[in-house]
């Protein structure tokens, strides 16, 4: 079974502190996304990875960034927390080949006060 | 741009009924995915959907494509409680990308 796993589930950081989220996952799948997930806005894609050291922005990339150093590993960072990136984080990876869904993480609840 | 669009966004259902809940996309693509969400719980892949005409069934749950008016339905028979949660569709931007665009889900509750 494919197993992503992700850093923690529930983290509350104070506004402006650097925060980094980690998700790991175990089936050497290329690629790797970050969505935040929103009441009444579904899944929105922050960025993705294709490969190591390689990344994409999503729809909604401001305030954030990533980093894809090993193949297993893709980790978000929020430069400076803000009070309106209180959210359900959601890492998510598949294979290289076209058509293969998207397996996801359990999810990380930040809060931001 | 793709838009997804799922209708309806909330369904209370009694057990034993059927329904239908649609997903509309807004521009070309041949890959659809249909995810569950339980209450505090991560998404859970149920169905790929990867050519027109595409039928997949799995318990009381059966989902299918048209690329043509680029619709997909999720039909539910026979509900039973244990169906509660929330349903998204997932449609897969063309043009070699792996980017997906999720609708907003579906939540759907049976009542006994």
């Known amino acids: 079974d494919v197993k992503v796993t992700q850093s923690s589930r529930y983290l509350v950081k104070r506004t402006g502190e650097k925060v980094f989220l980690e998700c790991v996952q175990d089936?050497?799948?290329?690629?790797m996304f970050w969505y935040r997930q929103d009441p009444g806005l579904g899944l929105r894609l922050i960025y993705f990875s294709y490969d190591v050291k390689m990344k994409e922005k999503g729809d909604i990339p401001e305030g954030y960034s990533v980093s894809r150093e090993k193949k297993e590993r893709f980790s978000l960072i929020l430069e400076s927390a803000s009070t309106n990136q209180t959210s359900m984080y959601l890492c998510?990876?598949?294979?290289?080949?076209?058509?293969?869904?998207?397996?996801f993480g359990p999810g990380t609840r930040l809060t931001v006060t | 741009e793709l838009k997804v669009e799922q209708n309806p966004l909330f369904l209370s259902m009694q057990e034993g009924k059927n329904y239908t809940i649609y997903c509309n996309y807004s521009?070309?693509?041949?890959?659809l995915y249909w995810y569950r969400q339980d209450p505090g719980k991560s998404l859970e892949s149920l169905f790929v959907?990867?050519?027109?005409?595409a039928v997949k069934q799995e318990g009381r749950l059966m989902a299918s494509l048209d690329t043509k008016a680029r619709l997909s339905t999720l039909h539910i028979t026979a509900a039973v409680h244990d169906l509660s949660a929330t349903y998204f569709c997932?449609?897969?931007?063309?043009?070699?990308?792996?980017?997906?665009?999720f609708g907003k889900g579906m939540k759907l509750t049976v009542n006994p």
């Open positions: 997932a449609v897969g931007v063309q043009g070699g990308s792996e980017k997906l665009v």
């Open positions: 521009t070309t693509s041949d890959r």
């Open positions: 998510a990876s598949s294979r290289w080949d076209r058509g293969h869904e998207q397996y």
């Open positions: 089936m050497d799948h290329e690629n």
């Open positions: 959907l990867l050519s027109n005409g």
